[in-house]
């Protein structure tokens, strides 16, 4: 279905990765948002607190954190598209409630513009170190999906994303834009509404009495119902069966946890998107997100200057992990390099991934500052002229 | 490939952001280019120095950040100090020439100054000193042109405030076209 007019403000504007990620969680149809403001993330509320007044969304500061995810899932259940805006430390607090929406597949957006941490760590400057927080941070197993955008262009075309993959798969998604992208102000052009294609919540047919709430009928993804229709329905974030009642057994949490995994898992293909480009004769791959992937193409252009035949695989979705592609390159490349602003995370999924038949070579930064192209330039270098399977540290 | 690394600076309170994110508008909307502005996001209050960063291209700009600066805008002491060294060989300064004491440039850099804050007083509000400065960005810089900063401008501004901003636009811009030699404006 096509976005709601009332939402989109088409035209082309000058607008930071914040404002340009609200305009697109208003034109994906968000109109609920519960946070609590954090730096570099503020702007998102912000922007969202100017606009919602104008197209009936609610807006609501809470006490916390945690509160805030919480209220995400309450809305998401009564029946509206709903986020919540944060940065490390807020993140951190939503752990366990984003296991709980993961938990009762409540279809939601979490927003983290990455601070360099851990901690308070540099509230104002640019870090990439909760990668892995966002894929494991909650306990137990679960999935979630998530995805980087590099400019505000994509941090409004991707804001929309997440929102459509959040109501297909009935899961959080986790928007990880970083400091620089947050704060960057560029160019983004919103297209008319009936340009943008949004997702609408998969409402059941059956009527109260017959609509078990996690009955997939053998796909992956159940029916939703929304609060105050009529369906008098039982949610938890124990260990349910179709109905949605607890059952303490084994048997019955294999079978949740193989479908909570298994629809995501077995849909990447379908939700994965990355930005490939030069992989034909590559020697080197450079795999790389957000503001790292920008950065680094100051290194990939004096590289090729040289005659370096440098690849790229630029993450727009980092989970679920495009463990596919990385494989498949492994085999016919001498190594990977991958610029990170943290101290190595998703190096350890590429090196997972290539097994041992190539290099992977992880260039960190610490957080705070993006990193000086130079470095990424040497790590090149250092694989090409490498042994054979050693990991470059 | 065309690109102009541009840095606003000045402190807290003068709008320095304001004029940078003016300047960016106008490549990007209204130029035809692309344009990336980055801000030092510290604990930037007024009175304490503050700068921005305008990156402009005719092509997709990938780095964002100012590394040789093409075009310096300092509106104090404090920001020529601290960014006059990372000027390009032949740089353009566009400074605050009663707030700034230039010290001595390469040969190759061009400096134009500009009472900027002297002028706003003189219309009666200091609030537009730094869109003054953006008028002698649009005829000094040499990086945009005039018809497409005054159209940023105006696109920027308050609602209820578009007369005051481009009266000062053109101060601005007139001040420089004059110190320029080019004669009145376009």
């Known amino acids: 279905m096509k976005a709601n007019p009332a939402g989109v403000l088409t035209g082309a504007h000058f607008f930071d990765g914040d404002y340009a990620c609200a305009e697109g969680a208003i034109a994906a149809g ?85 601070r360099a941490g851990p901690s308070t760590g540099l509230p104002t400057m640019v870090g990439q170190a909760d990668i892995m927080q966002a894929r494991w941070g909650s306990h137990g197993d679960y999935a979630i999906i998530a995805l980087a955008p590099n400019s505000p262009q994509e941090a409004f075309n991707h804001a929309i994303t997440c929102f459509n993959l959040s109501e297909k798969y009935r899961v959080p998604v986790l928007f990880m834009m970083d400091e620089v992208i947050g704060h960057m102000t560029e160019k983004v052009v919103i297209p008319p509404a009936d340009r943008i294609e949004v997702v609408p919540r998969t409402l059941t047919a059956k009527k109260p009495g017959q609509y078990r709430p996690y009955d997939a009928a053998g796909g992956w993804v159940p029916e939703m119902i929304q609060a105050g229709d009529g369906y008098n329905i039982h949610t938890t974030g124990l260990t349910h069966d179709e109905r949605g009642y607890p059952q303490m057994t084994a048997e019955c949490q294999e079978k949740l946890i193989k479908r909570l995994t298994g629809k995501i898992r077995e849909n990447a293909s379908d939700i994965i998107m990355v930005d490939e480009s030069n992989l034909d004769k590559a020697d080197v791959v450079l795999v790389s997100y957000g503001i790292t992937s920008r950065v680094a193409q100051a290194a990939v252009q004096q590289a090729r200057k040289e005659g370096l035949r440098i690849g790229q695989v630029r993450l727009i979705t980092i989970w679920p992990f495009p463990e596919k592609k990385i494989a498949e390159l492994a085999g016919k490349i001498k190594g990977f390099v991958v610029p990170e602003i943290n101290a190595g995370q998703i190096s350890y999924e590429v090196e997972r991934c290539a097994a041992g038949k190539c290099l992977t070579r992880h260039v960190p930064a610490y957080g705070g500052a993006v990193h000086d192209p130079g470095v990424i330039y040497d790590a090149f270098k250092e694989v090409l002229h490498a042994g054979k399977t050693q990991t470059v540290r | 490939m065309a690109q102009n690394e541009v840095r606003v600076s000045g402190f807290g309170g003068q709008g320095v952001i304001m004029a940078a994110s003016i300047i960016g508008k106008a490549a990007s909307i209204f130029n035809n280019q692309f344009a990336t502005m980055t801000q030092a996001f510290g604990p930037e209050a007024r009175g304490s120095s503050c700068s921005a960063q305008v990156v402009i291209s005719d092509d997709q700009i990938l780095y964002p950040y100012v590394r040789n600066t093409d075009i310096l805008v300092a509106m104090s002491q404090e920001a020529f100090d601290k960014f006059f060294p990372e000027m390009r060989e032949n740089a353009v300064l566009l400074y605050e020439s009663d707030l700034v004491k230039l010290c001595k440039l390469k040969p190759g850099q061009k400096s134009y100054g500009i009472p900027a804050t002297r002028l706003a007083e003189e219309m009666g509000r200091s609030i537009v000193t730094n869109i003054i400065m953006v008028g002698f960005f649009a005829a000094a810089g040499g990086a945009i042109g005039y018809e497409a900063v005054r159209k940023a401008v105006e696109d920027s501004v308050p609602p209820g405030t578009e007369k005051l901003n481009l009266k000062a636009f053109q101060t601005g811009y007139e001040y420089g076209a004059k110190l320029l030699g080019k004669g009145g404006a376009a």
């Open chain 1, 30 to 114: 968000c109109r609920f948002l519960a946070g609590y403001p954090i730096t570099p993330s503020t702007e998102v509320a912000e922007r969202i607190t100017q606009r919602f007044p104008l197209v009936g969304g609610m807006f609501i500061q809470m006490e916390d954190e945690i509160a805030s995810m919480a209220a995400v899932i309450g809305a998401a259940w009564g029946g509206l598209k709903s986020m919540t805006v944060t940065s490390g430390p807020g993140f951190s607090l939503m752990m366990e409630n984003i296991g709980l929406a993961a938990m009762m597949e409540a279809p939601c957006v979490v927003v983290n513009v990455q």
